[in-house]
């Protein structure tokens, strides 16, 4: 498996498909964690989510004492570099963060 360190985040899997993994630190209820992001692109040909959900969501799960789990459906073609990036960021200034899943609009209007 690939373990590539980039811009603080190291990818698990291959970046630029349909899909890949990532880990990255920040903060979740006030506290310091790992994050283990499976990002999917609901745009790629060949997402693995089907049928399509109806919008982007995150759905979270604690994995370990300071890790957590996040599937991130994002309405996005590829999951690169740059989507990567913009998902850390997004991770780390949500405040609503929780556990379980949180959707987001719908993605017929995100054209």
């Keep these: 498996m690939r373990r590539e360190v980039s811009e603080g985040y190291r990818a698990l899997?291959?970046?630029g498909g349909a899909e890949a993994t990532v880990e990255f630190g920040g903060r979740f209820q006030g506290r310091p964690v790992v994050w283990?992001?499976?990002i999917i692109a609901l745009q790629h040909p060949d997402c693995p989510l089907q049928?399509?959900?109806d919008c982007q969501f995150l759905d979270i799960a604690p994995a370990g004492p300071m890790q957590y789990d996040v599937v991130i459906g994002l309405w996005v073609a590829a999951v690169d570099h740059p989507t990567v990036l913009k998902t850390m960021v997004m991770m780390r200034k949500y405040r609503r963060l929780r556990e379980g899943r949180i959707e987001?609009?719908?993605a017929s209007t995100m054209e």
């Design 104 to 106: 987001f609009r719908p």
């Design 36 to 38: 283990r992001a499976r």
């Design 13 to 15: 899997t291959e970046l």
């Design 51 to 53: 049928p399509l959900p």
